[in-house]
T-cell receptor, first 113, second 113 residues
Framework: NAGVTQTPKFQVLKTGQSMTLQCAQD?????MSWYRQDPGMGLRLIHY???????DQGEVPNGYNVSRSTTEDFPLRLLSAAPSQTSVYFC????????????FGSGTRLTVV | DQQVKQNSPSLSVQEGRISILNCDYT??????FLWYKKYPAEGPTFLIS?????DKNEDGRFTVFLNKSAKHLSLHIVPSQPGDSAVYFC????????????FGSGTRLLVRP
């Protein structure tokens, strides 16, 4: 049981490049989210999904796209990378009830130069 | 307004003593609160939660207290161990969308041997 798997762990992009951060979970969780963590700001929600085929925006969605074609996978696409997107990105999944919280992946550290 | 605030960026305690991490929130309608622990280069892991109908929840060395009148919660770790050294985030599900978590900015705990 792998939990939430994120790839890659590290990535360096040039401004204007695009890329996809991968996220997969094997717990059959309905809810999946993408967060970014920046110093002194905690974790901020980028996009989330409540099931296959259903996605919506979080607090900081600009510059990112998501899709959810299967229960297991929730990729995050950076359309045209900017230095402001330098951050650590976490994918998370949940069975959907508050008291259990979310299970997080180990993160992707992205640097945009 | 839905915010969760951790006003102490860091805390240092001696091994064996009590660690108290604090969190304030702005909206009395929050339903649940959660604490996450994060080690460097790892994703956050769920630690403990508390429902707004309770004022205390205990799990081993970890106890969370909720003071609704003060809109304040705290995480107590007794006794503190060096392995507890990590960043601790408090979080609450948004009232309009319970699977969206709002995170505080985190408190870095150092437990000195």
């Amino acid at each position: 049981n792998a939990g939430v798997t994120q790839t890659p762990k590290f990535q360096v992009l040039k401004t204007g490049q695009s890329m996809t951060l991968q996220c997969a979970q094997d717990m059959n969780h309905e809810y999946m989210s993408w967060y970014r963590q920046d110093p002194g700001m905690g974790l901020r929600l980028i996009h989330y999904s409540v099931g296959a085929g259903i996605t919506d925006q979080g607090e900081v969605p600009n510059g990112y796209n998501v899709s959810r074609s299967t229960t297991e996978d929730f990729p995050l696409r950076l359309l045209s990378a900017a230095p402001s997107q330098t951050s650590v990105y976490f994918c998370a999944s949940s069975r959907g009830t508050n008291q259990y919280g979310y299970t997080f992946g180990s993160g992707t550290r992205l640097t945009v130069v | 307004d839905q915010q969760v605030k951790q006003n102490s960026p860091s805390l240092s305690v001696q091994e064996g003593r009590i660690s108290i991490l604090n969190c304030d929130y702005t909206n009395s309608m929050f339903d649940y609160f959660l604490w996450y622990k994060k080690y460097p280069a790892e994703g956050p892991t769920f630690l403990i939660s508390i429902s707004s109908i309770k004022d205390k929840n205990e799990d081993g060395r970890f106890t969370v207290f909720l003071n609704k009148s003060a809109k304040h919660l705290s995480l107590h770790i007794v006794p503190s161990q060096p392995g507890d050294s990590a960043v601790y985030f408090c979080a609450a599900p948004r009232m309009d969308s319970s699977y969206k978590l709002i995170f505080g900015s985190g408190t870095r705990l150092l437990v000195r041997p």
